[in-house]
């Protein structure tokens, strides 16, 4: 299927590795012009020429971090005019909330709520004068189903699930959506961050720990950053311009609810 966003200009943040980095290749396969934003140079580098030998696709690279207002007016330097943005950012450190004080809660909500509202006041008016516009919010499946020692995370990801719930309603008109990817266990570094928490806690070895929790999985295993590029991919499509405000989680079967 062809996705209809050839030449579109992306805006993909934290991008040098990880589901960032497989969106930012899914949407160079499609033709579309990348901006990759992350803090480690050597990394964003290394991926964006990677991106570049295997699609051709335009690549500027932006090394900041997003989280920060000095790194948000570099990245909106670099692309001022996204027709597509995916927002993104690494998740605060898995605990336990009594260890938490307010300078915590401040960094998971600047990073995984207010970062994004912010990128995305900077560029949904743009996306509703050229009449087209794909805001993705990779935010995490524990927004649906929580995971204790990631409070933090839960907590900063559930608010921007409101704030976006709002508004999709009110840019779908324009051919402007705002949808957000819940990713469940994928093989990424995080996983293993949290396996190595939860390893310190039990007792267990980090691979016992990663085996565990691979049988809870009903696909039988973890997801590939493929995947979840992919699905992001296809929200970000001319074909999706139906879809909005939604909440679509990629966990292999874990959430048991219907709804």
């Given at each position: 299927m062809?996705l209809g966003?050839?030449?579109?200009?992306a805006l993909?943040?934290?991008?040098?590795?990880?589901?960032g980095l497989?969106?930012a290749l899914?949407l160079?396969?499609e033709?579309?012009a990348l901006?990759?934003?992350a803090?480690?140079?050597d990394?964003?580098?290394?991926?964006a020429?990677?991106?570049?030998?295997?699609?051709g696709?335009?690549?500027t690279?932006?090394a900041a971090d997003?989280?920060?207002p000095?790194?948000?007016?570099?990245?909106?330097?670099?692309c001022?005019t996204?027709?597509?943005?995916?927002?993104?950012?690494g998740?605060p450190?898995p605990?336990d909330?009594r260890?938490?004080?307010?300078s915590?809660?401040?960094?998971a909500?600047?990073a995984?709520?207010?970062?994004?509202?912010a990128?995305?006041?900077?560029?949904?008016?743009?996306?509703?004068?050229?009449?087209?516009?794909?805001i993705?919010n990779?935010?995490?499946g524990t927004?649906?189903?929580?995971i204790?020692?990631l409070g933090?995370?839960n907590?900063?990801r559930s608010?921007?699930?409101?704030?976006?719930?709002?508004?999709?309603r009110k840019t779908v008109?324009?051919n402007?959506t705002?949808?957000?990817?819940?990713?469940?266990?994928f093989?990424?570094?995080?996983?293993r961050?949290?396996?190595g928490?939860?390893?310190?806690q039990?007792?267990?070895?980090?691979?016992?720990v990663?085996n565990e929790?691979?049988a809870t999985?009903p696909?039988g295993r973890?997801?590939?950053?493929?995947e979840?590029?992919?699905?992001?991919?296809?929200?970000?499509?001319a074909q999706?311009g139906?879809?909005t405000g939604?909440?679509l989680?990629?966990?292999?079967?874990?959430?048991p609810?219907?709804?």
């Amino acid at each position: 299927m062809d996705l209809g966003i050839a030449g579109r200009q992306a805006l993909v943040c934290a991008s040098s590795k990880g589901i960032g980095l497989a969106c930012a290749l899914s949407l160079a396969r499609e033709g579309a012009a990348l901006t990759m934003v992350a803090r480690g140079k050597d990394a964003l580098e290394q991926s964006a020429e990677a991106i570049y030998r295997g699609t051709g696709a335009s690549v500027t690279t932006v090394a900041a971090d997003i989280t920060t207002p000095e790194g948000r007016a570099a990245a909106l330097s670099a692309c001022p005019t996204p027709d597509i943005l995916v927002t993104n950012a690494g998740g605060p450190k898995p605990g336990d909330f009594r260890d938490w004080e307010r300078s915590h809660w401040i960094a998971a909500l600047d990073a995984n709520m207010l970062t994004p509202i912010a990128l995305i006041k900077a560029t949904v008016d743009g996306m509703i004068a050229r009449r087209f516009g794909r805001i993705i919010n990779i935010t995490s499946g524990t927004v649906k189903a929580p995971i204790d020692i990631l409070g933090l995370s839960n907590g900063a990801r559930s608010g921007l699930t409101g704030f976006v719930a709002g508004l999709a309603r009110k840019t779908v008109a324009h051919n402007v959506t705002i949808n957000n990817l819940l990713p469940g266990p994928f093989e990424t570094d995080r996983l293993r961050e949290t396996a190595g928490q939860w390893a310190l806690q039990s007792g267990k070895s980090e691979e016992l720990v990663l085996n565990e929790r691979r049988a809870t999985v009903p696909a039988g295993r973890f997801g590939t950053p493929a995947e979840f590029g992919d699905a992001c991919a296809y929200l970000c499509s001319a074909q999706a311009g139906f879809i909005t405000g939604q909440n679509l989680l990629l966990d292999g079967g874990i959430y048991p609810g219907t709804f």
